[in-house]
T-cell receptor, first 114, second 114 residues
């Protein structure tokens, strides 16, 4: 089925380890974003991209890197994991701007840093 | 910058009763407003959106919301709650000049009592 695919679904990391959360969409959407969800705080924007080769920081970018070499993929890299990065991470994509169509969200990656 | 406030982190309703979830926004330009629903261990699903057309917006699963500029509100309602409505609901806003940046409220968890 068309949509946003996130891998892995669950991950446990030790403090200081690095890893990449994968996100892929097959809808040819220009816009892609990464959010983290923490209890009582809703979703907060980490990084976003308006097209291949173009990325920018969101509200909480520290400790995360992104790149967008293709339209389909938008990986999120944790450089040196910290317990404060324990969260649920969602990738989202949209065409023609999120305001017109709303974003399509992936099913999330639940990350625990110990 | 835009922001959203959801009044009430938890709402409990009886099956068949009215569901009312409150959302107030802050935006320096005419906003685009969204309601998303998240079922346990799933991603976010778009319920409905306001994009400056009709002020009363109908969404999926019998939900609707009314945009009131004078009150800066976008409350979500459903006339008769069903057990399947138990979920977390998020209000979100985006501004025209940054339509790829969704700002989310903290969320409201709905419990439906039999």
């Amino acid at each position: 089925n068309a949509g946003v695919t996130q891998t892995p679904k669950f991950q446990v990391l030790k403090t200081g380890q690095s890893m990449t959360l994968q996100c892929a969409q097959d809808m040819n959407h220009e816009y892609m974003s990464w959010y983290r969800q923490d209890p009582g705080m809703g979703l907060r924007l980490i990084h976003y991209s308006v097209g291949a080769g173009i990325t920018d920081q969101g509200e909480v970018p520290n400790g995360y890197n992104v790149s967008r070499s293709t339209t389909e993929d938008f990986p999120l890299r944790l450089l040196s994991a910290a317990p404060s990065q324990t969260s649920v991470y969602f990738c989202a994509s949209s065409s023609q701007g999120g305001r017109n169509y709303g974003y399509t969200f992936g099913s999330g990656t639940r990350l625990t840093v110990v | 910058a835009q922001s959203v406030t959801q009044l009430g982190s938890h709402v409990s309703v009886s099956e068949g009763a009215l569901v009312l979830l409150r959302c107030n926004y802050s935006s320096s330009v005419p906003p685009y407003l969204f309601w998303y629903v998240q079922y346990p261990n799933q991603g976010l699903q778009l319920l409905l959106k306001y994009t400056s057309a009709a002020t009363l917006v109908k969404g999926i699963n019998g939900f609707e919301a009314e945009f009131k500029k004078s009150e800066t509100s976008f409350h979500l309602t459903k006339p008769s709650a069903h057990m399947s409505d138990a979920a977390e609901y998020f209000c979100a806003v985006t501004e025209g000049s940054n339509d790829y940046k969704l700002s989310f409220g903290a969320g409201t968890t709905v419990t439906v009592r039999a």
